[in-house]
């Protein structure tokens, strides 16, 4: 349970000459869900996609179930079991429910079990199985976000990495998503979680980091950051 699953060593990274990452570490225990928060700009999206491998680190490692895998590309770490569910609900607005699933199981090691996966995932969200044959850019907004993280998990990740899934949602969409959130975890799947909705997920989660201009400034117990003075200050509102 607590094993670590996926680590950063003293991680620098950015966009060409801009540095975003000025040498963060952190660890996830498998199993968890581990909360990233931090205010615009502070490098979520860009940590998320250092741990997808679709930025290489200027300096620093990455790390799966101990291995260094700073090396390898973003495909391969999704064959792997890392899998990024980007900012913006990224569907194929005129691709079918079922189609934009079976997108998200193109790697060797899951395609052949394309047709069960999708059964589960209908299984699990039976609204995906209603609405199976429409185009998915006809969903509502919940509907595509829980469509975009079903389609994550057609890749039968270990680890799901899941960028900012609440924003511009409905209250009741975002309670759904967090429940959904919690029941990924309950399948055994390890979350880490950017958000600005800071106090919900620092309530369904495990572990939390606070990241501040490139830098971790804050890590704990997710009960303990929430119950901290500075967290409360700056991203509670208290
Ligand atoms: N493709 C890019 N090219 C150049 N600079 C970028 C690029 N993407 C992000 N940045 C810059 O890197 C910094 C960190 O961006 P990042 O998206 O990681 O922050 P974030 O914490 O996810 O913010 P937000 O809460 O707004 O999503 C910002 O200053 C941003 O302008
Ligand atoms: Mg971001």
């Known amino acids: 349970m607590t094993a670590r699953i996926l680590e950063v060593e003293g991680v620098h990274a950015g966009y060409g000459e801009i540095r975003v990452l000025h040498g963060v570490s952190l660890a996830i225990d498998g199993g968890s869900i581990t909360a990233l928060v931090g205010s615009n700009g502070a490098g979520k999206t860009t940590l998320l996609k250092v ?52 997108v998200g199981a193109f790697t060797p090691r899951v395609r052949a079990e394309r047709a069960a996966l999708l059964e589960q995932m209908y299984d699990r969200y039976p609204l995906l199985r209603e609405r199976r044959r429409q185009m998915a850019g006809t969903l509502s907004g919940g509907q595509q976000q829980l469509l975009a993280i079903a389609r994550g998990l057609m890749s039968r990740p270990s680890v799901l990495l899941l ?75 208290v």
């Open 51 to 102: 741990l997808a491998g679709l930025i290489p680190p200027l300096q620093g490692s990455v790390f799966y179930r101990h291995r260094d895998i700073t090396d390898e590309g973003a495909a391969r770490r999704v064959a792997k079991g890392i899998a990024l569910v980007p900012e913006g609900r990224l569907v194929f607005p005129n691709f079918s429910v079922e189609e934009n699933l079976l």
């Open 163 to 237: 960028d900012e899934p609440s924003l511009g949602l409905a209250p009741q969409a975002v309670r759904d998503l967090f429940r959904m959130i919690a029941a990924i975890r309950e399948a055994g799947v390890t979350v880490m979680l950017v958000e600005q909705n800071v106090r919900a997920t620092l309530e369904i989660a495990d572990a939390a980091f606070v990241l501040e201009s490139g830098r971790i400034a804050l890590s704990g117990a997710a009960a303990d950051l929430a119950a901290d003075d500075r967290v409360q200050r700056s991203y509670l509102g």
